[in-house]
């Protein structure tokens, strides 16, 4: 795999995702410029999120979590409530990715472990396939393979060999044929 390519390719895909996400902030001013009382609801959302995690790191006390969790609960009940008799979908807020399982990132977690997405992986694939210069299959191809262009003529001290350049092909094709007739049996 060739480094500058993968690195261009997660350069666009964070390009890609910043524009994604800046559409979907976008979006959702103009909704909370329609509706301030929204913007209160996700300010207090956060703040109330922020607490919780101070108090997961600095007490035991699970009683106050329950009851950060609870007023949570309710704020994202009145956001719903309020959303539900707008006719608003929140889903239409969030960031559009192209890829649903990377978020437009190029990475995933499997197994705890970070590894290319199979639409980068995809993306690696096509340029190096088009660099690589064998999509012309039609005609570059073993059908197409034209002897003639190597000669009968025998000379051991050019080529350190006591066959002609043509009989020498002739073996790789032939070894080259059978390798692929017999591919899923090696």
């Known amino acids: 795999m060739n480094y500058s390519n993968l690195q261009n390719l997660l350069n666009q895909y964070e390009e890609k995702r910043n524009r994604a996400i800046s559409l979907s902030n976008l979006k959702k001013e103009n909704l909370y410029d329609q509706v301030s009382s929204l913007r209160d609801i996700d300010i207090n ?37 309020i959303l539900t008799n707008r006719n608003i979908n929140l889903d239409d807020y969030k960031p559009v990715f192209e890829c649903s ?37 039609e005609n570059q191809n073993f059908e197409k393979f034209d002897l003639n262009y190597y000669s009968n003529d025998v000379d051991e001290e050019k ?24 591919f899923d049996n090696p």
Do not use: A
Request: net charge neutral.
């Open 45 to 81: 959302i956060n703040k109330s999120s922020i607490d919780k995690i101070k108090l997961i790191l600095t007490t035991k006390n699970q009683d106050d979590i329950y009851i950060i969790d609870q007023h949570i609960n309710e704020l994202k009940k009145e956001r719903d409530r």
């Open 101 to 137: 399982k990377c978020n437009d990132t190029g990475y995933i977690t499997v197994n705890d472990k970070s590894e290319l997405c199979s639409c980068i992986k995809q993306k690696l694939y096509n340029i190096e396939y088009n660099n690589s210069n064998i999509y012309d299959l």
């Open 159 to 182: 080529f350190e060999r006591s066959i002609s350049p043509r009989e020498n092909i002739q073996n790789i094709k032939k070894i080259c044929d059978n390798f692929i007739e017999n």
